[in-house]
Protein backbone atom coordinates (compact mmCIF):
# COMPACT_ATOMS: atom_id res chain seq x y z
CA UNK A 1 0.00 0.00 0.00
CA UNK A 2 1.43 3.42 -0.89
CA UNK A 3 1.15 4.87 3.54
CA UNK A 4 2.41 8.09 3.05
CA UNK A 5 2.77 9.62 6.04
CA UNK A 6 3.62 13.62 6.08
CA UNK A 7 5.90 14.47 8.89
CA UNK A 8 6.01 17.84 10.14
CA UNK A 9 7.81 19.99 12.42
CA UNK A 10 8.42 23.71 13.86
CA UNK A 11 11.28 25.43 12.18
CA UNK A 12 13.58 28.10 14.54
CA UNK A 13 11.50 31.19 12.70
CA UNK A 14 8.71 29.77 13.75
CA UNK A 15 7.13 28.76 10.71
CA UNK A 16 5.90 25.24 10.05
CA UNK A 17 7.43 22.51 7.82
CA UNK A 18 5.71 19.90 6.12
CA UNK A 19 7.80 17.08 4.52
CA UNK A 20 7.34 13.42 3.13
CA UNK A 21 8.32 11.11 0.25
CA UNK A 22 6.17 10.60 -2.79
CA UNK A 23 5.04 7.32 -3.44
CA UNK A 24 5.60 7.45 -7.24
CA UNK A 25 8.85 9.57 -8.06
CA UNK A 26 10.68 8.53 -4.61
CA UNK A 27 11.37 12.16 -4.12
CA UNK A 28 11.75 14.09 -0.97
CA UNK A 29 8.89 16.93 -0.82
CA UNK A 30 9.04 20.04 1.62
CA UNK A 31 6.42 22.83 1.93
CA UNK A 32 6.53 25.72 4.55
CA UNK A 33 3.35 26.91 6.24
CA UNK A 34 2.63 29.84 8.46
CA UNK A 35 0.38 28.46 10.99
CA UNK A 36 0.14 25.05 12.57
CA UNK A 37 -3.55 25.08 11.00
CA UNK A 38 -2.36 25.35 8.04
CA UNK A 39 0.48 22.97 7.68
CA UNK A 40 -1.87 20.11 9.69
CA UNK A 41 -4.38 20.68 6.21
CA UNK A 42 -1.91 20.14 4.41
CA UNK A 43 -1.10 16.93 6.11
CA UNK A 44 -4.56 15.44 5.60
CA UNK A 45 -4.83 16.67 2.33
CA UNK A 46 -1.82 14.78 1.47
CA UNK A 47 -2.44 11.61 3.25
CA UNK A 48 -5.93 11.39 2.18
CA UNK A 49 -4.52 12.07 -1.33
CA UNK A 50 -2.16 8.98 -1.10
CA UNK A 51 -3.77 6.97 0.99
CA UNK A 52 -7.24 6.91 2.42
CA UNK A 53 -8.41 8.78 -1.17
CA UNK A 54 -12.23 8.25 -2.19
CA UNK A 55 -11.90 6.04 -4.90
CA UNK A 56 -15.40 5.90 -6.21
CA UNK A 57 -15.12 9.47 -7.63
CA UNK A 58 -12.66 8.35 -10.65
CA UNK A 59 -13.91 10.64 -12.88
CA UNK A 60 -12.68 13.32 -10.86
CA UNK A 61 -9.50 12.12 -9.80
CA UNK A 62 -6.51 12.63 -11.32
CA UNK A 63 -3.32 10.56 -12.72
CA UNK A 64 -1.37 10.57 -9.88
CA UNK A 65 -4.45 9.81 -7.77
CA UNK A 66 -4.95 6.37 -10.50
CA UNK A 67 -1.82 5.90 -10.37
CA UNK A 68 -1.22 5.47 -6.87
CA UNK A 69 -4.51 2.99 -7.21
CA UNK A 70 -2.63 0.97 -9.68
CA UNK A 71 0.14 1.19 -7.03
CA UNK A 72 -1.71 0.14 -4.40
CA UNK A 73 -3.55 -2.85 -6.29
CA UNK A 74 -1.11 -3.83 -8.23
CA UNK A 75 2.37 -3.17 -6.48
CA UNK A 76 4.49 -5.31 -8.65
CA UNK A 77 3.04 -3.99 -11.93
CA UNK A 78 6.01 -3.37 -14.50
CA UNK A 79 4.66 0.35 -14.56
CA UNK A 80 6.82 1.08 -11.83
CA UNK A 81 9.66 -0.20 -13.34
CA UNK A 82 9.70 2.53 -15.94
CA UNK A 83 12.08 4.32 -13.23
CA UNK A 84 14.05 6.85 -16.06
CA UNK A 85 10.60 8.55 -17.37
CA UNK A 86 8.48 7.75 -14.06
CA UNK A 87 9.19 10.96 -12.64
CA UNK A 88 8.66 12.85 -15.69
CA UNK A 89 5.77 11.46 -16.76
CA UNK A 90 4.14 12.02 -13.10
CA UNK A 91 5.39 15.61 -13.22
CA UNK A 92 3.90 16.25 -16.56
CA UNK A 93 0.39 14.66 -16.15
CA UNK A 94 0.22 13.54 -12.87
CA UNK A 95 -2.38 16.93 -12.27
CA UNK A 96 -4.31 16.42 -14.55
CA UNK A 97 -7.85 14.55 -14.50
CA UNK A 98 -7.59 11.28 -16.45
CA UNK A 99 -10.44 12.41 -19.37
CA UNK A 100 -8.53 15.03 -20.26
CA UNK A 101 -5.51 13.25 -20.96
CA UNK A 102 -5.38 13.17 -24.64
CA UNK A 103 -3.54 11.51 -27.20
CA UNK A 104 -2.01 14.60 -28.97
CA UNK A 105 -0.39 15.23 -25.50
CA UNK A 106 1.34 11.73 -24.84
CA UNK A 107 2.49 11.88 -28.53
CA UNK A 108 4.61 15.39 -28.17
CA UNK A 109 5.61 14.21 -24.46
CA UNK A 110 6.92 10.61 -26.16
CA UNK A 111 8.90 12.57 -29.15
CA UNK A 112 10.49 14.80 -26.28
CA UNK A 113 11.64 12.01 -24.53
CA UNK A 114 12.85 10.35 -27.87
CA UNK A 115 14.77 13.29 -29.09
CA UNK A 116 16.28 14.13 -25.76
CA UNK A 117 17.53 10.82 -25.15
CA UNK A 118 18.21 10.30 -28.89
CA UNK A 119 16.54 6.25 -28.10
CA UNK A 120 15.33 4.24 -31.25
CA UNK A 121 11.74 3.24 -32.13
CA UNK A 122 12.58 -0.19 -30.83
CA UNK A 123 13.04 1.74 -27.66
CA UNK A 124 9.73 3.40 -27.23
CA UNK A 125 7.58 0.61 -28.11
CA UNK A 126 8.93 -0.85 -25.39
CA UNK A 127 8.23 2.34 -23.21
CA UNK A 128 4.16 2.58 -24.97
CA UNK A 129 3.96 -1.09 -23.95
CA UNK A 130 4.96 -0.36 -20.09
CA UNK A 131 2.94 3.27 -20.30
CA UNK A 132 -0.10 0.85 -21.56
CA UNK A 133 -0.13 -0.90 -18.51
CA UNK A 134 -1.94 1.66 -16.19
CA UNK A 135 -4.35 2.56 -18.74
CA UNK A 136 -5.15 -1.07 -19.28
CA UNK A 137 -5.22 -1.13 -15.66
CA UNK A 138 -7.96 1.73 -16.18
CA UNK A 139 -9.87 -0.20 -18.80
CA UNK A 140 -10.21 -2.83 -16.52
CA UNK A 141 -11.73 -0.85 -13.92
CA UNK A 142 -13.92 0.66 -16.24
CA UNK A 143 -12.48 4.19 -15.67
CA UNK A 144 -11.82 4.72 -19.52
CA UNK A 145 -12.97 3.26 -22.64
CA UNK A 146 -9.57 2.47 -24.42
CA UNK A 147 -6.25 3.96 -24.13
CA UNK A 148 -4.85 7.16 -25.31
CA UNK A 149 -2.00 5.34 -26.43
CA UNK A 150 -4.12 3.54 -29.12
CA UNK A 151 -2.94 5.91 -32.01
CA UNK A 152 0.59 6.27 -31.53
CA UNK A 153 2.72 3.81 -33.43
CA UNK A 154 6.60 3.19 -33.70
CA UNK A 155 8.32 1.61 -37.03
CA UNK A 156 9.23 -2.05 -36.82
CA UNK A 157 12.10 -2.78 -38.62
CA UNK A 158 13.24 -6.71 -39.52
CA UNK A 159 16.07 -6.37 -37.44
CA UNK A 160 14.16 -5.69 -34.76
CA UNK A 161 12.33 -9.53 -34.31
CA UNK A 162 13.79 -12.00 -31.96
CA UNK A 163 15.27 -15.11 -33.09
CA UNK A 164 15.20 -18.23 -30.77
CA UNK A 165 17.72 -20.66 -30.64
CA UNK A 166 16.32 -24.16 -29.95
CA UNK A 167 18.29 -26.61 -27.50
CA UNK A 168 17.51 -29.68 -27.33
CA UNK A 169 17.74 -31.78 -23.81
CA UNK A 170 20.74 -33.27 -24.92
CA UNK A 171 22.51 -29.91 -25.88
CA UNK A 172 21.40 -28.19 -22.45
CA UNK A 173 23.13 -30.85 -20.42
CA UNK A 174 26.06 -30.84 -22.44
CA UNK A 175 25.84 -26.58 -21.73
CA UNK A 176 25.26 -27.63 -17.87
CA UNK A 177 28.61 -29.25 -18.02
CA UNK A 178 30.39 -27.08 -19.74
CA UNK A 179 29.38 -24.46 -17.42
CA UNK A 180 29.65 -26.48 -14.02
CA UNK A 181 33.66 -26.84 -15.72
CA UNK A 182 34.04 -23.07 -15.85
CA UNK A 183 32.42 -22.11 -12.68
CA UNK A 184 30.70 -24.45 -10.21
CA UNK A 185 29.70 -22.05 -7.45
CA UNK A 186 29.01 -18.86 -9.37
CA UNK A 187 27.60 -19.36 -12.98
CA UNK A 188 26.28 -22.83 -12.58
CA UNK A 189 23.57 -22.31 -10.27
CA UNK A 190 22.29 -19.27 -12.37
CA UNK A 191 22.41 -20.96 -15.40
CA UNK A 192 20.92 -24.54 -13.86
CA UNK A 193 18.00 -22.25 -12.19
CA UNK A 194 16.96 -20.87 -15.35
CA UNK A 195 16.99 -24.80 -16.86
CA UNK A 196 14.87 -26.00 -14.41
CA UNK A 197 12.16 -23.60 -14.29
CA UNK A 198 12.11 -21.98 -17.55
CA UNK A 199 12.17 -18.60 -15.71
CA UNK A 200 12.23 -15.20 -16.91
CA UNK A 201 15.56 -13.18 -17.12
CA UNK A 202 14.12 -10.36 -14.42
CA UNK A 203 12.66 -13.25 -12.34
CA UNK A 204 16.35 -15.05 -11.65
CA UNK A 205 18.38 -11.74 -11.06
CA UNK A 206 15.39 -10.28 -8.71
CA UNK A 207 15.22 -13.63 -6.83
CA UNK A 208 15.16 -13.42 -3.04
CA UNK A 209 15.72 -15.55 -0.50
CA UNK A 210 12.43 -15.39 0.79
CA UNK A 211 11.14 -17.18 -2.41
CA UNK A 212 13.96 -19.97 -2.45
CA UNK A 213 13.08 -23.58 0.10
CA UNK A 214 16.28 -25.52 0.30
CA UNK A 215 14.48 -28.08 2.31
CA UNK A 216 10.99 -28.33 -0.38
CA UNK A 217 12.89 -27.80 -2.99
CA UNK A 218 11.22 -25.23 -4.21
CA UNK A 219 11.19 -21.53 -5.87
CA UNK A 220 8.62 -19.01 -5.62
CA UNK A 221 7.97 -16.08 -8.51
CA UNK A 222 5.71 -13.24 -7.82
CA UNK A 223 3.34 -12.79 -10.23
CA UNK A 224 3.01 -9.39 -12.35
CA UNK A 225 0.16 -7.28 -14.33
CA UNK A 226 1.56 -9.65 -17.17
CA UNK A 227 2.33 -12.83 -15.45
CA UNK A 228 1.28 -15.17 -12.44
CA UNK A 229 2.71 -16.48 -9.44
CA UNK A 230 3.55 -19.72 -10.05
CA UNK A 231 6.10 -22.30 -7.49
CA UNK A 232 8.66 -24.47 -9.75
CA UNK A 233 10.71 -27.32 -8.52
CA UNK A 234 14.20 -28.06 -8.88
CA UNK A 235 16.44 -30.58 -8.06
CA UNK A 236 18.09 -31.99 -5.16
CA UNK A 237 21.51 -30.85 -6.75
CA UNK A 238 20.38 -27.22 -7.66
CA UNK A 239 19.02 -27.27 -3.72
CA UNK A 240 22.14 -28.18 -2.12
CA UNK A 241 24.51 -25.90 -4.28
CA UNK A 242 21.62 -22.56 -3.47
CA UNK A 243 21.68 -24.39 0.74
CA UNK A 244 25.43 -23.59 0.41
CA UNK A 245 25.16 -19.59 0.38
CA UNK A 246 21.93 -19.26 1.70
CA UNK A 247 20.70 -16.13 3.41
CA UNK A 248 18.01 -14.96 5.47
CA UNK A 249 17.36 -11.98 3.19
CA UNK A 250 18.42 -10.18 0.04
CA UNK A 251 19.02 -11.46 -3.40
CA UNK A 252 20.06 -14.84 -3.78
CA UNK A 253 23.08 -14.11 -6.33
CA UNK A 254 25.10 -11.74 -6.57
CA UNK A 255 28.42 -10.43 -8.63
CA UNK A 256 31.98 -11.04 -7.39
CA UNK A 257 31.50 -7.38 -6.34
CA UNK A 258 28.27 -8.64 -3.73
CA UNK A 259 26.49 -6.61 -5.87
CA UNK A 260 23.07 -8.02 -6.73
CA UNK A 261 23.21 -9.06 -10.69
CA UNK A 262 21.10 -7.16 -13.57
CA UNK A 263 20.34 -8.23 -16.75
CA UNK A 264 23.20 -6.34 -18.22
CA UNK A 265 25.89 -7.66 -15.68
CA UNK A 266 24.66 -11.22 -16.07
CA UNK A 267 24.79 -11.08 -20.50
CA UNK A 268 28.66 -10.08 -19.37
CA UNK A 269 29.43 -12.74 -16.47
CA UNK A 270 27.97 -15.36 -19.62
CA UNK A 271 29.74 -13.65 -22.22
CA UNK A 272 32.89 -14.08 -20.19
CA UNK A 273 31.80 -17.94 -20.22
CA UNK A 274 31.41 -17.80 -23.90
CA UNK A 275 34.49 -16.59 -24.38
CA UNK A 276 36.50 -19.25 -23.20
CA UNK A 277 34.83 -21.93 -26.04
CA UNK A 278 33.54 -24.60 -24.07
CA UNK A 279 30.79 -24.81 -25.24
CA UNK A 280 30.48 -23.45 -28.87
CA UNK A 281 26.81 -23.40 -29.98
CA UNK A 282 25.27 -20.30 -30.12
CA UNK A 283 22.50 -18.96 -27.42
CA UNK A 284 21.39 -16.79 -25.05
CA UNK A 285 19.06 -16.35 -22.01
CA UNK A 286 15.92 -16.47 -23.75
CA UNK A 287 16.86 -19.30 -25.49
CA UNK A 288 16.39 -20.66 -22.04
CA UNK A 289 13.10 -19.82 -21.95
CA UNK A 290 12.08 -20.98 -25.14
CA UNK A 291 13.78 -24.39 -25.29
CA UNK A 292 12.14 -25.29 -21.76
CA UNK A 293 9.44 -24.59 -23.12
CA UNK A 294 9.73 -26.47 -26.53
CA UNK A 295 11.42 -29.39 -24.63
CA UNK A 296 8.21 -30.08 -22.15
CA UNK A 297 6.06 -30.31 -25.35
CA UNK A 298 8.35 -32.65 -26.59
CA UNK A 299 7.72 -34.72 -23.84
CA UNK A 300 4.88 -35.46 -23.93
CA UNK A 301 3.65 -32.18 -21.98
CA UNK A 302 0.69 -29.66 -22.83
CA UNK A 303 -0.19 -26.64 -23.21
CA UNK A 304 -2.19 -25.87 -20.26
CA UNK A 305 0.21 -27.05 -17.96
CA UNK A 306 3.04 -25.66 -19.94
CA UNK A 307 1.01 -22.10 -18.93
CA UNK A 308 0.91 -22.57 -15.34
CA UNK A 309 4.78 -23.32 -15.41
CA UNK A 310 6.07 -20.36 -17.75
CA UNK A 311 3.62 -18.32 -15.73
CA UNK A 312 2.11 -16.96 -19.13
CA UNK A 313 -1.26 -14.57 -17.84
CA UNK A 314 -3.21 -16.68 -20.83
CA UNK A 315 -3.32 -19.84 -22.61
CA UNK A 316 -3.23 -17.78 -25.40
CA UNK A 317 0.25 -16.58 -25.47
CA UNK A 318 1.43 -19.96 -24.48
CA UNK A 319 -0.22 -20.99 -28.35
CA UNK A 320 1.09 -17.98 -30.01
CA UNK A 321 4.38 -18.88 -28.38
CA UNK A 322 4.76 -22.75 -28.35
CA UNK A 323 1.70 -24.38 -30.24
CA UNK A 324 3.29 -24.84 -33.14
CA UNK A 325 5.62 -27.35 -31.00
CA UNK A 326 2.37 -29.77 -30.95
CA UNK A 327 2.15 -29.84 -34.31
Not at 96 to 117: A, F, G, K
Not at 150 to 177: C, G, S
Not at 267 to 288: C, P, Q, S
Amino acid sequence: MANTQVNTCMLKDGTMLASYVHPLTKRKVRRTFASVLQVNEYKAKIENKFFAADLTSYGVMTLEELMIFLLNDRPNSTFFKMRLHLIDFTETFGHLPIHHLTTDMLRTWMDQVQQENKVADTTMRSLKCTLDRLFEFLIEKEIISESPLREIYYRKTPADAITRNHLPTHEIEKLLDAVKKYSPGYLYPIIKLFTETGAKVTEIVELKWGQVDCIKRTVCFDGTDRSQARTAPISEELAGLLSKKQRETGFVFKTFYREPFTRIKLTRAINEFKAKGLYRRNWNLLDLRHSFGVNFLSNGGNLRDLQAIMGHANIFDTKRLYGDSTK
